[in-house]
Each structure stands twice: as C-alpha cells, then as structure tokens.
C-alpha cells in the first residue's frame, strides 16, 4: 500500500526503551507481530497545525516500523468548506451555528470530490474528526473496519450539527473520544484513547540551555526576567487576547514578558483576524512578543517552552490540549483553563493549577512567581503524569489493541 503523505524522518521504535523502558516497547513489538502487513489508513483534514496532524505525524512512521501497511491521507476543499467546518468545529464545541442550511450539501459535496480522489482502502479505516465523516461512503458491503477518531470535546454540542453529524457517526464500527465526558450516546462501541505526544520529537526532546538561550534572544525575549507563554494558533477559544489581560494584571506586581506564539492551520480559515485582534490588544508594549510562526517551528516551540517561566492554556473550550502536554513533559508549571481535556492533565496543585477566568489566571501565575519551589515540584509531578499516560507509545498501544480486537470479532 503506498503512502499518503510524506512521512517524517523515523525515530526507532527501540530508541523509545530509554524513555519507558525495554518491557514497554518488547509488548508493542508483541501486540504487532499479529498485524504484520495489514491495512490502515488515516485521513483527517490537516497536514499541519494543530494537535491532530502534530499525533498522526508520530503515530504513522511508527506504526509502519511495527510492521503494518499504514497510509495517512489529508482530504482538501475550498474556502467555502473550511469555513463550514471551523463553523462545525465551533458548534461542536457549543457555540452557535450560523451557516446557511445549504451548508450541510457542500459539506457533503466536497466529501464526494475527495471520495473520487482519494484511494479508500485500508483494512482499518480511522477517520478523524467532523471534516472527513461522510468518506464512509466508500465502504462496500460492510467491508473492512472503519472507526471515527473526535478530537472534539462533544459535551455540549451545538444541536443543529450534532443531528446532521450523528446518523453518520452511528454507521462506523466504533468512535474513540478523548475523555469520558465527551462521549456521546450512540448505537456503536466508544473507546478512550488520550491523546498523546512523541517524547522524542523534535519538538518534545531534550535540549541544551545554551540553544534555549540562544532562541530567546533570537526573538528579543529576555532570559533574565520572568517569561509567559502561550502557545496556540490564533483562534477564539483559545482566548489569546483573555491572555494579553491576565498578563496585564500580573505585570502589575511582577516586570515579566509575555510570549504568544503561534501560526495557522490549513483548515482554520479565521487565524488572521484573531492574529490582528491580539495585536491590537498587545498594542505598543516591549513586553509583549507575538510570534507568527511557520509550520516548521517544533525546535522553536520545544525553545520557548523551555525557556519560560510559567505555560498559559487559557482556553475557553479545548479538546484535549497537546500544548499542556508538552508542557508538563518539560517540567513546566502550568495555569490552564478547566476546560474540555484540559483537568485530565492539570489536576489542580499536583501537576499545575486550574483557573476559570482572566482575573483567576492572573492569580495563579502570580501565585507560581511568588512561590518557585511549589512550581518546580508542579512541573516534576506534570511530567511523571506524562510519561504515565500521554505518551505516543501509549497511543500506539491503544491503536494495536483496537485492531487486535476488531479482527477477533469480526
Ligand atoms: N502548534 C504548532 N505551531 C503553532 C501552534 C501550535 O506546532 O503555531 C502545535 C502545538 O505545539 C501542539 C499542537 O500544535 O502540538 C496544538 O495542539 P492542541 O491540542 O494544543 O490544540 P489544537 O490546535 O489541536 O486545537
């Protein structure tokens, strides 16, 4: 089976036993030598940017090293699509749904363009997310297994698109959310699986201080004073301008910067209006760096992440929250939004601090500044809960598992 996508460089499966240990990664060999060459594909709606392409770019070589046939495929559209599935998006996540009623027929019109285009024919088909739902057309005669992968947190989803999205989830053999609270009532088996990230990942792996150093000054950020980061695309719901107000009350009582760094996404059309939106708020202030990075920035983001002093996730709705991840897995304390993914995470003063509002984040950061030891075993106990739970062979794991499970009954 060809692949897809370009695939990353690989990193060996083996090299995984320094971070986890031999046994862990002896019982993923295990678990794959009963799916040698089988089928899978991917698909979702993003080559880059944002939590799902950051997974499958790890999740994909890996699998393939374990010995199964994996494609991952990327569907495109126009504009007009994108727009409708950031509306989707949002909606999901509980807001509103202003498309006209038409929207629903391009939507599915563009599922059939990428249907003629794309080769569907995995023996395990894992689509991700509401963009590509309707691909299930391609399924013959209830051939193969095909499982819908919501990164979404559905607790409260918006009920227009939810009754559209619903009768097609239904038809797949099974979904996967990221948190108990985001499943959905449904006819078919749901499964847990946390997202994840590859500890040895450009963005992720271990760095000199001095290239820490290097990258702030790079950026005019000044290593001598605290650092505030938050990195995010420029979206709403990540309330980067909510940001720019709690480091306002902090600034107050501490001289710290604040870093907001981020780029767009291929399927997230409104990145530049909420980049000119948090400028406008940031207004003239030396202190405040707004970094509009390239796709290609993951030793940049590993630098800043490092090189800060306290992470912010202020989201206002999250699915899960790979930034917080990344985070915690650098031993950073983290003030995150209790929101979506977000609590499975942080869990409040043993692995970061939870806030609910601008005024509540303000005073946790100033809290983590006052108390340096506190943020310090924060970040230690962040990072054991990582390596416990989110981390890519986990995943890996877990995907073995499922195909194991789908073979034996079908
Ligand atoms: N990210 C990135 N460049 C950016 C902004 C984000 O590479 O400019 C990465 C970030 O490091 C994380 C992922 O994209 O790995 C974002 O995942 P998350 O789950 O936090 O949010 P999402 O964007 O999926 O809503």
Known sequence: MSTGMPLPRLIHIDDYASVLGEPQVEELRTLASRLQGRTVQMVNSTAVGGGVAEILTRLVPILQELGLAIRWDVITGGNDFFDITKAFHNALHGGSYEMPPESFEVFLAYNEQNLARLQMEGEFTVIHDPQPVALLKARHDQSGHWIWRCHIDLSRPNPTVWQFLEPWVNRYDGAIFSSPEFSRQLSIPQYLFYPCIDPLAEKNREMEPEFVRGTLERFSIDPARPILTQISRFDRLKDPVGVVRAYRIVKRYFDCQLVLAGGGADDDP?????????????????????????????????????????????????????????????????????????????????????????????????????????????????????????????????????????????
Request: net charge neutral; aromatic share 6%.
């Open 270 to 410: 409104e990145g530049a209006a909420v980049l000119a939106e948090v400028q406008e708020a940031a207004a003239s202030d030396a202190d405040v760096h707004i970094l509009n990075l390239p796709p290609w920035s993951a030793t940049e983001i590993n630098a800043l992440q490092r090189g800060s002093t306290v992470i912010i996730q202020k989201s206002l709705r999250e699915g899960f929250g790979l930034t917080v991840t990344e985070a915690l897995w650098k031993k950073k304390p983290v003030v995150a939004s209790a929101v979506g993914g977000i609590p499975t995470q942080v869990i409040h003063k043993h692995t970061g601090l939870l806030a609910h509002s601008v005024e509540g984040t303000a005073y946790q950061i100033r809290f983590l500044l006052s108390n340096p030891a506190i943020a310090s075993r924060l970040g230690e106990q962040g990072h054991e809960h990582v390596r416990e739970h989110f981390l890519i062979t986990s995943n890996v794991r877990r995907y073995l598992t499922l195909f194991l499970h789908l073979l034996g009954s079908s």
